[in-house]
């Protein structure tokens, strides 16, 4: 059995995904609809994983999607995530070192 990851993988390989996506950046005009800087990343507002990872609603639907800048996916994913030592992101959201003190 394949596992979420395996299948999320060949999910954003699909030509059904790769149209989902392309309609809904036109859709948002491209830009990040947190910041308003240009958009990099269509983001699933609600997480795939295994219990849904082959639902529609979920995978495809406009409703669950947000186009977002790399710095506004990164704080979406990792805030509040520890990391090694002495790198943090900034409040930018850019990941930088700190050599601790």
Same mark, same amino acid.
């Given at each position: !059995? #394949? &596992?979420?990851?395996?299948?999320?993988? +060949?999910?954003?390989?699909?030509? %059904?995904?790769? &149209?989902? +996506?392309?309609?809904?950046i036109t859709s %948002?005009?491209?830009?990040?609809?947190?910041?308003?800087? $240009?958009? &990099? *990343? %269509? =983001?699933?507002?609600?997480?795939?994983? !295994?219990?849904?990872?082959? &639902? $529609? +609603? *979920?995978?495809?639907? =406009?409703?669950?999607?947000?186009?977002?800048?790399?710095?506004?996916?990164?704080?979406?994913?990792?805030k509040g995530k520890? !990391?090694?030592?002495?790198?943090?992101?900034?409040?930018?959201?850019? #990941? %930088?070192?700190?050599p601790p003190s």
């Amino acid at each position: !059995m #394949l &596992d979420h990851t395996s299948k999320a993988k +060949r999910f954003y390989k699909s030509k %059904v995904w790769r &149209d989902c +996506r392309s309609s809904y950046i036109t859709s %948002v005009f491209g830009l990040c609809e947190r910041c308003g800087e $240009p958009g &990099d *990343i %269509v =983001h699933h507002k609600t997480y795939i994983s !295994m219990d849904n990872i082959n &639902d $529609p +609603r *979920i995978l495809l639907n =406009h409703d669950n999607l947000e186009l977002l800048c790399i710095t506004c996916h990164n704080r979406e994913h990792f805030k509040g995530k520890a !990391m090694r030592e002495g790198f943090h992101f900034d409040e930018g959201g850019q #990941l %930088v070192y700190r050599p601790p003190s």
